[in-house]
């Protein structure tokens, strides 16, 4: 596959811990150096980058002498408020070695999750990207508890590239892309250059399901290609455990390419379907499926299931009958209601109900249909 990073005008560019902090010497100033002069190539060729960087608590930890015993909450808290300013500080000066200014961002969950705060964080990083300033963007692990962090940066680079519109998220890691199977378990594991779209199959190849020791593996960043591709944003997980990464990747060095969707949900819905935590869910027969794909509004007849407990506006997904996410949408009833009316045809709601309601149990303006749901043909 031949994709010039320098043909795309918004990148968000997201390093894993690994890559850039070593265990036992602290920081990698070389690898970083090389990346930033990387950075400054794509700048200089008219780019807009966004890092998403990791390494706050493994650098801290590093710096306080923590060893490689497992912290608590609230060591690693502290081992990121020290870490992250060591970091901060790396990034400032490798990314001025060129002339280029940066600004840190430091996000938490309910920074892009919350309509207001994810529309008042756009217009921050805008701001910092028309003063020419890269932006460097972090959890902020200081103060993110379990309930309510992101815990990986692959999703959140995901998030955050897709509301700032980027073209496209590069992940470097210390593995070079998607394999059959997980190539450490696996020696018959195959590569994949590219991805189309993340079916059933291709969410299987990242192995188990997301647990505390998968976090950063495989299944992140597939969510965040979920997020990525339904938003329109390519999405490229490439190693970058060599130095200039970045030029590697131009010059040839293999990467998986994820597609973005041919019909990219906009505006108001990427911030729908980029959701991390859908609040329930609500399973579809095959008709209300072939419904929504043709633009339609999702009616209580075609819910077969609705699970969790959720309030009226609240993000819920939407799933077929195998179980597969087609969509993400606004729910125009809570849980309560939803389960009452659940299949029941328009004309009877408001006796079930008690009250003249809605049509709809999604309207279709709160509707973002998935990448992986979209017919062959629309891509
Ligand atoms: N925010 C964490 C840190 O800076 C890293 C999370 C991740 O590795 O995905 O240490």
């Known amino acids: 596959m031949n994709v010039a990073l320098s043909?795309?005008?918004?990148?968000?560019?997201?390093?894993?811990?690994?890559?850039?902090?070593?265990?036992?010497k602290g920081l990698k100033r070389d690898w970083l150096i090389s990346l930033t002069d990387d950075i400054?190539?794509?700048?200089?060729?008219?780019?807009?980058?966004?890092v998403v960087s990791s390494g706050a608590i493994a650098l801290g930890r590093t710096i306080l002498g923590l060893g490689k015993r497992v912290l608590k909450l609230e060591e690693s808290q502290a081992a990121a408020a020290v870490g992250q300013i060591a970091l901060a500080s790396a990034w400032s000066e490798a990314l001025g070695r060129h002339g280029l200014r940066s600004g840190q961002i430091l996000l938490t969950l309910g920074d892009t999750e919350e309509r207001r705060r994810y529309l008042?964080?756009?217009?921050?990083?805008?701001?910092?990207?028309?003063?020419?300033?890269?932006?460097?963007?972090?959890?902020?692990?200081?103060?993110?508890?379990?309930?309510?962090?992101?815990?990986?940066?692959?999703?959140l680079a995901a998030r955050v590239g897709t509301m700032m519109g980027a073209d496209l998220l590069v992940l470097l890691s210390d593995i070079d892309g998607l394999y059959t199977a997980p190539p450490a378990r696996d020696p018959n594991a195959a590569f994949i250059p590219v991805v189309e779209r993340i079916t059933p199959e291709i969410d299987a190849m990242a192995g188990a399901a997301a647990s505390e020791f998968s976090r950063g593996g495989m299944r992140t960043k597939l969510d965040a290609g979920k997020i990525a591709t339904t938003a329109g944003t390519a999405m490229i997980i490439a190693s970058g455990t060599r130095l200039h990464p970045l030029a590697a990747i131009d010059a040839g060095e293999r990467f998986t390419y994820f597609r973005p969707?041919?019909?990219?949900?906009?505006?108001?819905?990427?911030?729908?379907?980029?959701?991390?935590?859908?609040?329930?869910?609500?399973?579809?027969?095959?008709?209300a499926v072939r419904a929504l794909l043709s633009g339609k509004s999702l009616l209580p007849a075609g819910v077969t299931l609705v699970s969790g407990t959720f309030s009226r506006g609240d993000t819920v997904a939407v799933l077929d009958a195998a179980g597969r996410e087609v969509a993400r949408g606004l729910v125009a009833y809570d849980s309560g209601d939803a389960v009452r009316i659940a299949g029941l045809k328009s004309g009877e709601i408001a006796e079930r109900l008690g009250y003249e309601a809605r049509a709809a149990m999604i309207h279709r303006d709160d509707l973002a249909i998935s990448s992986a749901a979209q017919p062959d043909e629309t891509r």
């Open 40 to 50: 400054a190539a794509l700048a200089a060729g008219g780019a807009e980058i966004l």
């Open 7 to 24: 043909s795309h005008r918004r990148i968000t560019v997201k390093i894993g811990s690994a890559l850039l902090v070593d265990r036992e």
């Open 261 to 287: 969707s041919a019909h990219p949900v906009k505006g108001y819905k990427t911030w729908i379907a980029g959701q991390l935590e859908p609040a329930g869910r609500l399973t579809i027969d095959a008709g």
């Open 120 to 155: 008042n964080g756009r217009a921050t990083i805008s701001k910092l990207l028309e003063f020419k300033a890269v932006p460097v963007i972090n959890e902020n692990d200081t103060v993110a508890t379990t309930e309510i962090r992101y815990g990986d940066n692959d999703r």
